[in-house]
């Protein structure tokens, strides 16, 4: 497969467009070969940079590229050079009451405009409490009208301040508030209506927080407005018996579930192709491990291609 040169991945549909212009389009046209893609990091390296695999693009994390050079950044560039590279964070802590870092935001547009990704994505999630406590970990919010108000503004300041949309990705929660006045789907669908971003929908974080929190997934699915959703994530979980109960952990840490692919496949016929990313985080296997996980995606997206021809 002739890989997607930068000049081409930045005519592709779901290039980074200015906030307010083009947002989220469907990517139904687009070919099964371009939308399925991989988590790359670090670890493999320098295995993707000598083999150059047939998958559509990659994922990284944004924060291990800010910086100014270096080796890392090289790395990056080269990767780029060849591939469509989407920057996906895990440090700004949209939901947090801490004031949104500068820092952060400045390194982030930095590598926006060094990197020109095919998407910027970040977690609902805050981490951050206002007295600067800071917990390093991805923690749900209440789905109350005020902790959306919140992230709404958050979301939109972070739009501004990097002129772009940037889309939203579904956490695995592992506890639940008390007081909610809205369903977790119906929060996420809100924020995008409010807010103007997209949706990230992590498939794999839905199906655990669906067996955890005992809700049907197909309900969570059903109310995901299909122009808003841009990406879809997949992943591997672990069981872990807790309190005398099974409980399943967003371990990124094995293959895809059957279960998994099934829900991924309900997904795709009613929101059609969608970018899809395979992540792997933990006990990573070899790249060609995670190419043929990306394989399966691209088969299904391959099918969905051929029916909407």
């Keep these: 497969m002739k890989r997607n040169a930068r000049s081409r991945s930045s ?41 150059r695999p047939a998958v559509g693009w990659v994922e990284v994390h944004s924060e291990n590229f800010f910086v ?6 090289h790395t990056l560039d080269r990767v780029r050079a060849d591939y469509p590279v989407s920057l996906h964070g895990v440090g700004l802590g949209l939901g947090s009451a801490a004031p949104l870092s500068t820092m952060h935001l400045d390194r982030l547009q930095r590598l926006i405009r060094h990197v020109e990704p095919l998407r910027v994505s970040e977690h609902l999630c805050w ?12 923690l749900p919010l209440p789905y109350t009208e005020e902790a959306l108000r919140h992230v709404c503004a958050r979301v939109d300041e972070v739009q501004e301040r990097l ?26 669908a809100e924020v995008a209506r409010r807010s103007g971003c997209g949706i990230l929908l992590d498939i794999n974080n839905l199906y655990v927080n669906a067996i955890n929190h005992g809700f049907d997934a197909h309900v969570y699915l059903a109310a995901m407005p299909p122009a808003a959703v841009g990406e879809i994530h997949l992943a591997g979980f672990s069981v872990q018996q807790v309190a005398g109960r099974e409980v399943l952990i967003d371990t990124h840490s094995r293959a895809v579930s059957d279960a998994v692919w099934a829900l991924y496949d309900a997904a795709l016929a009613r929101l059609g192709g969608r970018y899809t990313l395979i992540e792997w985080d933990n006990d990573l296997p070899p790249l ?9 995606a691209r088969t299904r997206l391959e099918a969905v ?3 909407a021809a």
């Excluded at 060609?288 to 399966?296: I, S």
Aim: glycine share 10%; with cysteine.
């Design 305 to 307: 291609h051929a029916h």
């Design 163 to 188: 002129g772009c949309s940037i889309l939203i990705e579904n956490l695995s929660a592992y506890l639940q508030y008390a007081e909610a006045d809205y369903t977790e789907w119906a929060f996420l």
């Design 127 to 138: 981490g951050q409490a206002g007295d600067g406590r800071y917990v390093n970990d991805l």
């Design 11 to 51: 005519e592709m549909a779901g290039h980074v467009q200015p906030k307010r212009a083009v947002t989220i389009v469907r990517n139904t046209h687009l070919s099964a070969d371009v939308l399925a893609g991989i988590g790359l990091r670090a670890p493999h390296h320098d295995d993707f940079l000598s083999t």
């Design 288 to 296: 060609a491990t995670l190419l043929a996980e990306a394989e399966k």
């Design 68 to 73: 100014d050079g270096g080796p890392v950044l």
